[in-house]
Each structure stands twice: as structure tokens, then as C-alpha cells.
């Protein structure tokens, strides 16, 4: 079990994945559409998914007098932002694949800031932050493990999500302490929003998926035979959703805190291997010989 000491919030800025790099393939997982958009599905989600947990957290900032949280909560909207403009600039890429990237994003953000936040309280909105702040912290722990999920990923795609695990681990902590030390959330809303949470991210996920892939100009049956085939490769032994089932139900625990998953795989090798040259494609290339994994 790791500590937010061992883990400080280190807004990383200024990073260069080369992700306008014209060799980088299209289908850039192994070739496969499925994955690769499937992946392609979760860039879009970020920008304004992080922008609703800023904004979220943002809500009770003016109760809060703690000067260490108060100073947690500044790294965390610097990565937060860092993670948006980096997959903004991936998703361009989709845009000049001719997806309509924008009406994509449009539909989310009416979901999250107009559904969500007009009809929800404040306390509710920070609870759906912290569970789905909870899907991608045990998520990274999928996608850098032994089984090295991403092997047959472009190298600079790669190196975007190891950056993206590696921070989202070390913030991990910081709308939930707000949730439950200022906004008083009871459990019964945080496990209200964490059912509803793991009905309507994989909604999304999967609305998104079906559409990039349409946009390819897979048919109907073609898109229902990828992702069952896809399906049954995330729910397998070296897929990607499989680890998250047991780390997934800890957060119904009453006593239940983002400190108490386990340590990130690859999260001493990848910082290690930064700190030498701030080369986030290098410090993902390392971490992952480190591991043993190549």
C-alpha cells in the first residue's frame, strides 16, 4: 500500500509524444481497429471528463482551509489540465481521420454539464468525480502489469497512457478527501453514485467505440463481430478489464479510501527513468524493460 508521500503531485507540463507523427498508424494497437478504438473512445472522454472533475472539486474549494490539501488540490488541476491538452492534441488526429471529434465532445459535455450538473446537487457530481476518478486509478494498474496489455501498442501512444497511469495515481486521493472531509458526502450518495457510474462510463465508452468504428465504415455486423471478439479478448486473462474486478468493489467498503489500493506496477521505474531526461516516451520504453516485460 502506498502513501500520497511516497506519491507527491508532480505537474508534469510541456511533454512531447510526437503524437503528429505521420508513421504512427491508424489502427496503431497491433493493427487491430477494436482496441485501438477503444482506446481512441477513452482520449475523447478525457478533456471533458477532466474538465468536470476540476470543476467539480472547484465547488468546494472556498470551504477548504487545509494548506497541504489546499496545495493538492492545485497539482491536481494542473495535471488534470496537462492530461486534457495532451489528449486534445491526440484526438486531432482523429479529426483528420474525418471523425466528427467536436459533436462527439459536445454530446458529452451537455451528459456531464448540463444533464448532470443541472440536475444533480454538488455533493452528487463530486461523488460521480471520485468514481470515476476510482475507474481510471485501478485501471492504470491494468494497462502496466506483467501481462503488458499494451506490447502491441505504437511506442508514443504507449508512453501518452503510461504518463496518464502515472499521475493519475498520484492524485488519486484528492476529490476524494474533498468529498469526505468538506462536502460531507454520505455513503449512501457515494455508493448511489458508484452504481450509476458503472452503468453509464462503459454506456459512454461504448456509444463512442460504435461510432469511431462507423466512422471507419465497419457495417452493423461487422461492428458486432469486433466487439464481441473484443470483448472476450478485455474480460480474458491479458485483457484489459479483467485486474479492475477486484480492486473495483474496496470502494463500497464504509471505510473504504483511494490509499488503500495497491502500488502502481511500473510506478518507481517510470519515475526513475523520467527524472533523467524528462523523455516521457523514454521513461515508458525503460519502466517497461524494468518490468521485464520486453
Known sequence: MATPEQHPIVPRERLNFHLDAPDIPKYWFGGDPYKTRLFDALSLIFPPGERFFMTCVRDYRDRISDPKLL???????????????????????????????????????????????GSRSREYTLAITCALEHFTSIGAHSLFDKRDVLRDADHRVRAMYSWHAI???????????????????????????????????????QRFLNQLLEADGFSWWERRKMIIKGTLWAMGPRGLLTPLIKPYFPYYGRKFHPWQEEDQPGYEQWLAAFNQNRDPIEASELMRTAMGVR
Open 71 to 117: 496545495d493538492e488540490i492545485k497539482g491536481f488541476n494542473r495535471q488534470e489540465a496537462q492530461h486534457s491538452m495532451v489528449h486534445n492534441q491526440y484526438n486531432d488526429r482523429l479529426r483528420a481521420q474525418g471523425i466528427d471529434v467536436d459533436s462527439m465532445m459536445r454530446w458529452l459535455e451537455d451528459l456531464l454539464f448540463v444533464k448532470y450538473r
Open 167 to 205: 499521475e493519475e495515481v498520484e492524485h488519486k486521493g484528492v476529490a476524494y478527501d474533498v468529498m469526505q472531509d468538506y462536502a460531507k458526502v454520505s455513503y449512501f450518495t457515494r455508493v448511489l453514485a458508484m452504481l450509476e457510474t458503472t452503468i453509464i462510463f462503459p454506456v459512454v465508452i
